[in-house]
């Protein structure tokens, strides 16, 4: 697929957007289900840009900055994926297993920007000591404009290349051997981020839910609209049948009865 110059400046737009979003956290422009949405959206095939932004979020759910430790970037692998699939031509599970090092190699990136980002903030520390109030918006600007570059500049040169000949051509002699080994491990990835996800919560008292779930979607032929209602109306009739979250009604019935004991007693 050959990429239009107005597409490609619609993609450094997102990725900017996207990069300067992991930092903000916003409007969450860098989750892979907004951002492969988007850039499905720029490249003409959003159906596939869903697809793979869903399934992208299930394994990024568990990614989060804990103290200095810095989480894969959830952003960086989810706009390049999405076009390597829709520009690149390449399978859905190809991109989502290219998206876990693309993950890493923008984790290094973060790295990279927000150590150079110190010398902006003993920059506006000055700034602020002198009253200089423009030079310290200019400077918390420029930094945010590093972190949109960092996610703008892989993304520009991804969609620059992919829609030349000869990188079609280069994608096209990847042997089946490596596109189907890609597509298991796509699968396989899914699933230990879904995993991962279960066990952060440990909500074991959920989990007949999951199992049902998991069969009525593998033995019916129910779409995520069903599926949807169907969990819907059971969380309701847990939450109404569930003591957990019926305590009132419990405790009130050892008061009523000490009533009735009081009355028979006069």
């Known amino acids: 697929m050959e990429i239009t110059t107005l597409q490609i400046v619609l993609v450094f737009i997102v ?3 996207a990069g300067m979003e992991s930092i903000l956290d916003e409007f969450q422009f860098h989750r892979p289900l907004v951002a492969c949405t988007l850039i499905g959206l720029v490249l003409g095939d959003i159906k596939s840009g869903i697809i793979i932004g869903g399934t992208l979020e299930m394994i990024a759910l568990g990614w989060m900055n804990i103290g200095a430790a810095v989480a894969p970037d959830a952003a960086l692998a989810s706009i390049i994926s999405t076009i390597l699939v829709i520009a690149g031509q390449q399978s859905i599970g190809a991109g989502i297993a290219l998206a876990i090092p693309l993950a890493a190699a923008g984790q290094v990136f973060t790295i990279i920007v927000r150590t150079l980002t110190v010398g902006f903030q003993h920059a506006a520390d000055r700034a602020a000591n002198k009253g200089h109030l423009t030079s310290l918006s200019w400077i918390h600007i420029s930094a945010l404009f590093l972190q949109a570059m960092r996610i703008a500049i892989p993304a520009l040169i991804v969609a620059i290349s992919v829609g030349t000949s000869e990188v079609q051509l280069l994608l ?12 298991i491990a796509g699968g396989m990835i899914v699933v230990v981020g879904y995993a991962m996800v279960i066990n952060m919560m440990r909500a074991g008292y959920l989990m007949p839910f999951f199992y049902l779930g998991f069969v009525t979607a593998a033995f019916t032929n129910f779409n995520l609209v069903a599926l949807g209602v169907i969990g819907a109306v059971m969380a309701i009739l847990y939450i109404q049948l569930s003591p957990k979250y019926n305590r009132s009604a419990v405790t009130s019935h050892p008061a009523a009865s000490s009533q009735d004991i009081d009355n028979e007693l006069d």
């Open 15 to 17: 990725a900017c957007i």
């Open 172 to 183: 096209s002699k990847i042997p089946e051997v490596v596109t189907n080994g890609l597509n």
